[in-house]
């Protein structure tokens, strides 16, 4: 089978199995209700709290939240098709894939292609919705595409770790302190970032942050944030293959 029909066989399972799962349809809404908390209630907030301490937080509030949403995207998308494949594990349609048509390799790359493209397009949608996003839609392509990749990333992960869907949900509430190194690599110098550049979350956050200064070392971090998590893509995506095939 190729893609296309990969696709057409599978595209409108994945359609049903998320209108009937509560859940997984409110992940699905959940960018485009942040980006509105973000632009009309969040601001209000920030600014009743910077009264009462003594420092002023207004001004961290558009480059950590403008990330926040930037991650959070494909983060969410990641999960919905997590928690699919988790359900299919369960019900044994893993297993049962090996005697159809379609091969393994076909199916984990309809499964990686499907929370990028959805990355991308609630990405476009949500940041300007923000209004604290302030890119053309070049740049704005040119983020997304580089975050993307973070979508299967975490789809990957879970099935590996998760042996379930309520191991699954127990893990995702954990996976938060990947949000951690990109916000402390906002407050320290370049000479200490090294160590951040580890975590995959880190390089959409500075592809953002040096597209909106307009800096050229942007395109440094996209073409290496990108090839760095396609690399871990590759490795894990190797991973679920060789489970596959046990």
Do not use: C
């Not at 297993?95 to 076909?106: D, E, F, H, I, K």
């Amino acid at each position: 089978m190729n893609l296309i029909h990969i696709f057409q066989a599978l595209g409108p399972v994945d359609a049903r199995n998320v209108r009937r799962d509560a859940m997984l349809r409110w992940l699905v809404l959940a960018p485009l209700a942040l980006a509105a908390l973000v632009r009309w209630v969040m601001p209000g907030l920030v600014t009743a709290v910077s009264r009462l301490l003594p420092i002023d937080i207004t001004p961290y509030f558009a480059p950590i939240m403008g990330f926040a949403l930037i991650i959070l995207v494909p983060y969410l998308a990641g999960m919905v098709i997590g928690f699919l494949l988790l359900d299919q594990k369960d019900d044994g349609t893993l297993l049962a894939l090996q005697v159809t048509p379609l091969s393994v390799q076909g199916y984990l790359i309809y499964r990686l292609t499907v929370p990028m493209l959805v990355s991308v397009l609630m990405t476009v949608i949500a940041a300007p919705l923000s209004g604290i996003i302030n890119l053309g839609w070049g740049p704005l392509l040119l983020v997304a595409i580089g975050a993307a990749p973070t979508a299967p990333l975490f789809a990957l992960a879970l099935t590996a770790v998760a042996q379930n869907k309520v191991q699954g949900l127990a893990l995702t509430k954990t996976a938060g302190v990947f949000m951690l190194p990109p916000m402390i690599a906002y407050f320290v110098t370049a000479r200490w970032q090294i160590v951040l550049g580890l975590v995959p979350t880190y390089w959409p956050a500075k592809m953002l942050w040096t597209a909106q200064a307009g800096q050229n070392v942007f395109w440094f971090y996209w073409i290496v944030g990108l090839a760095y998590q396609l690399v871990l893509l590759l490795l894990l995506g190797r991973q679920f293959d060789r489970v596959m095939h046990r």
